[in-house]
Structure formats: C-alpha cells, structure tokens
C-alpha cells in the first residue's frame, strides 16, 4: 500500500514544474541525468523520470522536488504514501523545517527522541511535520472508503 500516489495533485504540479525548468534552466537540464535519460524534450518528462533520477541522486531533479516541497520516496516515486509517512521521512521532514529558520530550532538538534517528545509537547515543528505526515494517510483511507462505496450516511458495523 506503500507505494500508492496519495498526492496526485502534487505530482502533476511537479512535473508542470519540471517541464517548466528544464527551460528555464537550460544548462542545469542538459547537465542532468534526467536529460541523459529522455533527451532533449523536455515535454517528455514524466513524474517516474523525476522520482527515478531523484532517487539516483540527479541534482536537476532533487531540486524541482525541493522547490515544490514535495517528497520522494527511496522506491522512486513521488507524492505516494511511503514519502510521507514513515518516521525517517518525518524526520528529515523536520530537519527541512528546522533548516528554514522559521522555528526555534536547529537542525542539528532534530533527532528521532527531539520529534518524539516535540510532538508530545505540540511544539510548532513538529506540529507541522505531524501534520503534513498524517494528511496523505488520512486522505488514502478516505479514497479507500470511497471506493469501498462508503458515504457519511454509512455505518462502519454494515461494512462486514
């Protein structure tokens, strides 16, 4: 269940985003795996490119998904449930957050122990990186529940 996309909508602005760039930053494109890959049309470009040379490291890539905020997962995929909501990703979810500046903490000082008594203490961070890990989990159990026929005038105790 994992690997299911949960963000569609996410994915879809990443490689808007994606195909915009390579454009724009013309030298950095052709310098990418990416580029090595597909060639040079970038109207090629599909989510899979960008979460497979994500995954291998592609400077190109990683920086599409950063400018976006949009996280990948070590299988190569994007915006699917397992690169949300795993604790390494929650982890280096916070470290990000940290790295802004906008809270009082440093990123040197997010551990797994720091986001575990953080988010007991609803310290703003980890608030956030709560948050944004439980809302693709919460959003692929009401698509589940959906497809299932499941409507807010149903009853769990009939769903037997």
Excluded at 98 to 107: F, R, S
Excluded at 132 to 157: K, R, V
Aim: aromatic residues 6%; glycine residues 8%; hydrophobic residues 40%.
């Amino acid at each position: 269940m994992g690997h299911v996309v949960v963000n569609p909508l996410a994915a879809d602005a990443v490689l808007r985003h994606a195909i915009l760039q390579a454009g724009a930053r013309l030298g950095d494109f052709a310098r990418s795996l990416m580029y090595e890959n597909i060639g040079k049309d970038a109207d090629t470009i599909t989510t899979q490119d960008i979460g497979r040379t994500a995954k291998e490291g592609d400077t190109f890539a990683l920086t599409i998904l950063d400018d976006l905020n949009t996280p990948s997962c070590s299988c190569g995929n994007i915006a699917d449930l397992c690169s949300y909501t795993p604790g390494r990703a929650a982890l280096q979810a916070a470290k990000k957050l940290a790295n802004q500046g906008k809270y009082d903490t440093k990123p040197g000082d997010v551990t797994e122990i720091w986001l575990r008594k953080a988010i007991a203490a609803s310290h703003p961070l980890a608030v956030k990186v709560l948050h944004d890990a439980t809302y693709p989990l919460a959003l692929q159990i009401l698509q589940l529940a959906t497809g299932i026929g499941w409507t807010s005038s149903s009853s769990w105790a009939g769903l037997h």
